[in-house]
């Protein structure tokens, strides 16, 4: 798994690999297993989340106080400030 993250962070920080015939050949540099290749290649953000066992989807609750100094958590839904 660090592998992969290794790989995905080269990804980011370099924008040479922004183009998808470099991030194939960056990616037949690297040792990574052909499932995860093909899930970077085709973007398929599912795959490599159940992969890494991680979640995209990262929920922010913030307690207000109340007039009797009991707070109420409200809940803000951020999928409609991000890309996905």
Known sequence: MSKTLQVLEQLGQN????????ITDYLATVELENELNTAII???VFFLEQSLNVRSNI?????????????EIKQ????????G
């Open 59 to 71: 929920v922010c609750a913030i307690g207000v106080p109340t007039e009797d100094d009991e707070f």
């Open 42 to 44: 085709d973007k398929d």
């Open 15 to 22: 924008a040479n690999l922004q183009a998808q015939t470099n």
């Open 76 to 83: 803000i839904d951020f999928k409609a400030f991000s890309n």
